[in-house]
C-alpha cells in the first residue's frame, strides 16, 4: 500500500519531510497530494497550487488515506489529530506539546476508531526511541528513561562551553539553524523537554504523566562563570530530563541542568544532538544518540512512521496500554550546585543544606542537597532571581 498523504504544515518539519519524500521517487512509501497552511502572506517554497488553506480539503477528502501533522500550534494539532482519526485515517503527528498535553484523549480516540496515531518525531528527533521500546522492551521492564531531549538547549551549552558564545548568541544561532521554537522559552525554559519526558514516560514506564506535573528548571540564568566552574571541575553542563519509577510505585521525574562527568554517556553529546538511556529489568543498560532537532533529521523520523504505517497489520503503539497509576515523588533529596548572584537570592532557599560554598565576582557558588518540594515551591522566584541550579550527578 502507498499512503495518500494530506500534510499539515510546512515550516522546518514539514519541508524537511517533503525534500526526503521528494527525493525518494517510486520507492517512496507515499505521496503528498495537498499541504494545508495558515498564513497567506508567507513566500513558499513551492508553487500555490500544492497549498491549501481549507483543512477540509484534506480532512473530507476520502481519497487521502494519512494525515501528517506539522504544525506548532497545539489547538489546531488536536482538532486535526481528532477529526483525522474520526474519519478513520492513519495520522502521524510530531506536536509534543499537544500529544503530551492531550495523551489520554487521544488514547481513547484510537480506540474507537479504526486508525490509528504514530509520533516518532515529537521527541529526541532522528532517535527511533518509540519503535525501540515498542519492538523491543515489550517484554522487559523498564524502571528509569533519561537523557537530553532538547537540542536547541544543547546546542546552547555547546557554543557556551567549546566556543565562549554568550548565551544570547548561542541562543540566535539555535534559532537560525531551525532548531528553536517559534516561541523559544519553551526550549530554554524547558517546557518542550518536559512533554518530550511525559510522552517517554507514558511509553518506557507505562506511568501517564501532564508535563506541569515533572519539575522543570531550564537554562535560562546560566553564565559563564557555571561553564567555568564546570570545566573546573571536569565536567560539562547538560540539560537532563529524568523519570524513574521507584520500587513502591512513585514515580521521580524533572527536567534538570546537571554537571554530566566525563565517563556520562551525555559528556560527549554536543550541539543539537540528544541522547537517551532506557534501564530495564532485563536488558538493563541501553543507550542511543542522534541528532534530535533539524529539518532532516526530523523529516526523516516522519518518514519511518510513514513507512511503519502502510506496513500490512499495523495497528499503531501497544506499549500505552501498560498505563498505571501514578504517584508523584516530591522528598527526593537532590544533590545541587547553585549559583546565586548575591545573599537576597541566597535566602530564597534556607532549606539548602550547604556541603562546599565558594565566593566569587559573579556570586556565591553552593554545593549541597535540599528536598525536591522546597525547590518546586521556590522556583519562579528563584529564576526571577537570577539564580542557576544545576544536579550534581552522583552517578551515571
Ligand atoms: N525545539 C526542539 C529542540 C525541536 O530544540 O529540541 C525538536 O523537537
Known amino acids: 500500500m502507498k499512503a495518500n498523504i494530506g500534510l499539515f504544515g510546512f515550516g522546518v518539519v514539514g519541508q524537511g519531510f517533503y525534500h526526503i519524500l521528494s527525493q525518494k521517487n517510486g520507492s517512496a512509501p507515499g505521496r503528498i497530494a495537498r499541504i494545508c497552511v495558515r498564513s497567506r502572506d508567507k513566500q513558499r517554497s513551492l508553487p500555490a497550487q500544492h497549498f491549501t488553506f481549507d483543512p477540509a480539503d484534506i480532512l473530507d477528502d476520502p481519497d487521502i488515506t494519512h494525515v501528517v501533522e506539522l504544525t506548532d500550534r497545539p489547538e489546531d494539532a488536536f ?5 483525522a482519526l ?8 510530531a506536536n509534543k506539546k499537544m500529544l503530551s498535553d492531550r495523551l489520554g484523549e487521544i488514547s481513547e480516540l484510537q480506540g474507537q476508531f479504526p486508525g490509528a496515531l504514530l509520533y516518532e518525531a515529537s521527541a529526541c528527533g532522528s532517535i527511533p526511541v518509540f519503535q525501540n521500546l515498542e519492538r523491543y522492551y515489550a517484554h522487559d521492564e523498564v524502571h528509569r528513561i533519561q537523557g537530553i531531549f532538547n537540542g536547541s538547549t544543547n546546542y546552547i551549552l555547546t557554543q557556551m562551553t567549546e566556543q565562549g558564545l554568550s548565551y544570547a548568541a548561542a541562543l540566535a544561532q539555535a534559532q537560525a539553524l531551525g532548531f528553536a521554537e517559534t516561541e523559544p522559552a519553551l526550549d530554554v525554559d524547558a517546557h518542550d523537554p518536559a ?5 517517554l514516560t507514558a511509553h518506557a514506564l507505562g506511568c501517564p504523566v501532564t508535563p506541569e506535573a515533572i519539575f522543570r528548571f531550564g537554562i535560562r540564568t546560566i553564565q559563564p562563570a557555571d561553564i567555568a566552574f564546570a570545566a573546573r571541575q571536569g565536567r560539562k553542563i547538560r540539560l537532563l530530563g529524568q523519570a524513574t519509577l521507584l520500587p513502591d510505585g512513585r514515580l521521580e521525574a524533572w527536567v534538570l541542568p546537571a554537571f554530566v562527568p566525563v565517563d556520562s554517556p551525555f559528556y560527549a553529546l554536543n550541539n543539537e544532538y540528544n541522547g537517551v538511556q532506557i534501564e530495564s529489568k532485563y536488558m538493563e543498560n541501553q543507550v542511543l544518540s542522534g541528532k534530535g532537532a533539524g529539518s532532516l533529521p526530523t523529516g526523516f523520523a516522519v518518514l519511518g512512521d510513514l513507512a511503519a504505517s502502510v506496513r500490512p497489520g499495523h495497528t499503531g503503539y501497544t506499549r500505552m496500554q501498560l498505563a498505571r497509576s501514578t504517584r508523584p515523588d516530591t522528598d527526593t533529596l537532590l544533590h545541587l550546585y547553585l549559583h546565586f548572584p548575591d545573599a537576597v537570592s541566597r535566602a530564597l532557599l534556607p532549606e539548602l543544606v550547604p556541603e562546599t ?7 556565591l557558588q553552593v554545593r549541597g542537597r535540599v528536598a525536591l518540594h522546597h525547590l518546586m515551591a521556590r522556583r519562579q522566584a528563584l529564576l526571577d532571581a537570577g539564580v542557576f541550579l544545576a544536579r550534581w550527578e552522583d552517578r551515571n
Request: charged share 20%; no cysteine.
Open 79 to 83: 482538532r486535526i489529530v481528532q477529526q
Open 86 to 93: 474520526q474519519r478513520g485515517k492513519m495520522v502521524i503527528s
Open 195 to 199: 512533554s518530550k519526558l511525559a510522552l
Open 357 to 363: 560554598q565558594e565566593n566569587t565576582v559573579a556570586g
